[in-house]
């Protein structure tokens, strides 16, 4: 399905923030105007940091109006059409990115949001960017069952923002998520992605950075090149292997069902992947999907998102990987972070890793050869 | 009301767990035999080492099996009475403690699950311990609204475990909590807390640890006293002020609503408050908890937890903490860990740390002598 991508088609909406049309094949999108009055941003978020927990907290009190969950003629994520208009101009369209109404991270807070060093006290603008990705015009759609064409076109527009908001300099990490379901506070059931470009590097990413410097320091190695290896050699917490990308459950696994997709080659960032590793990636997301989809009776709310290679020192020799899992530990009944995981940050899992991924296995893939999974994914077959 | 407190009676359940009575006054409980027959403790959850993400996660799977929800006549926390044998023998009880007949920690883990120390896949067995701390006989009570007589009851039974649990060789550090509300996953509605006695000292205390040693080492002070002193000093965020404890919602809250407890004095842990503290304790407790309830249109979903000093090196001159917090962000409306939280470790705060303080103070005291809070808080007034 590999094509020549044609590059995104750039506007603004009436407010100025940034809209970009990504397309899966060219030709498809014109230059709509966005003809709403909107109100001028005033996006003034904070970072503070806590300096007994060592992490900036965002301080973003105006989203309390952000949009919250609209009746579907209300979506703003759907195109616009004759007296409703939303989000996006266009009558249609393949998958779209903009920048966010209710931004917790803006380089506008510059204007607004003063520095102070106090020690005790230190905070500054919430600086960065958050950006939605609109995966399909289709409000009823589901991630999981989009062609791989349209992920691919996702796959590009993650490409695209990656690479153009780590230049930004307030930029410490770009992280593409998506998070899917009532369950996890989704509040536009519209498909839907978010881009966050944060003005410094996450903790899970710091401390996976120190982790990676600490190992190649002993070993020469990459930690997530290791990791890899290991779990393939092992085989049981294997889920998918195909081509260029291996999905496991990680042996420390924090959620029920969870799922880590990291690229078999070294490589940082989703900008970075070849032409053929994108489109294996398609394949392969949508796969993960399917099968979280599959585990129980009803769809399964998740969240999945990038780390990848932080700015700065932090990010030499990254190891791209994603992670996805689902809050949903049984049939109706859910993971909750109570007093261990929100109060300790100790995890409790109730699922064991090597059940999940028999689990996750036994799932199937939509479409598929006929394998349940399992001869797939094991050594054995595919050593 | 403080008094001479008798020492809790101590009886063991049918499948050997140790239950202790802690009384609000001498001569309550009797020595209730329980006459259920229970299947064999087979305790076998397993820490595992997250060398990416640098924490420990409890992997228990065979708790999937706890109970869940159950009815109202079913609840296990309940007396025992005719026809119908709870984990509690007694047929009334002030304040009890027991160990968890689903535990994710507990030192009989050591029989079954053993140590494998390769560096990509460290684990062994979950240590520690379990308890539950169940705080009324009422089924339907409110911690919120229990008397300040029983709630010195539980801050006893707090004391009491944490000096004991503390000296299990396992021990890293002893974390009493309590979780309330449906929102949270809270499968029992009968008034009642935990405690972990974790096997390491978790994330949230090691991060405040080293925060706590790199601010004694450039200032020669300790960081938890110098906020105290400076909230107070500052006084937009303080909630309460009264005699020996300050309550104020820190300057980088996580949470929506949250309110960190800490005595005036420095002190380590709950068992070395002075017997006048944990008077004052109790009120400041009950009166923080009922702030939340009065802030919504319905009782605040909470999470409560006691930030004591660890085992070790790392507990040296820590000042105790309790950290209180609702996900209730707004009417209606809770905070979701959703991408940013739970896959960056990212927190972003829909509600300024000040308009929290403000609400959280105006939503008064129960029974209090008629001052809205604020006055009671502001340092103009208290110094």
Known sequence: MSQLRPAPMRTRLADGRELLYFDDAPGRTNGAVDHRELPPRADASEIRWDPLGREWAVIADQRQGRTYRPATSDCPLCPSRDGVLTEIPARDYDVVVFENRFPSLSERTAERVAQHDDPLHRSGPALGRCEVVVFTSDHDASVAALPPARMRTVIDAWAHRTAELRTLPSV????????????????????HGQIYAYPFVPPRLERAAHSAAEHAAATGRCLQ????????????????????????????????????IAPRRHVGSIDELTDTERDGLAEVYLDVLGRFDRLFDTPAPYIAGWDQAPNGPLGADWHLAAEVFTIRRAPGKLKYLAGSE??????????????AATALRAAGRAGSDGTDGREVAGPAVRP
Chains 1, 2 share one sequence.
Not at 177 to 186: A, P, Y
């Open 172 to 191: 410490g990490a770009v992280f593409c998520f998506e998070n899917r379901g009532d369950e996890i506070g989704v509040t536009l059931a519209h498909p």
């Open 342 to 355: 929100s109060g300790a940050a100790v995890w409790i899992n109730d699922v064991t890793p090597e059940r």
């Open 225 to 260: 090149c290791d990791l890899l290896a290991s779990e393939l050699a092992a085989g049981e917490r294997v889920v998918v292997a195909d081509g260029d990308w291996v999905g496991y459950v990680p042996f420390a696994a924090r959620w029920p069902y969870e799922v880590r």
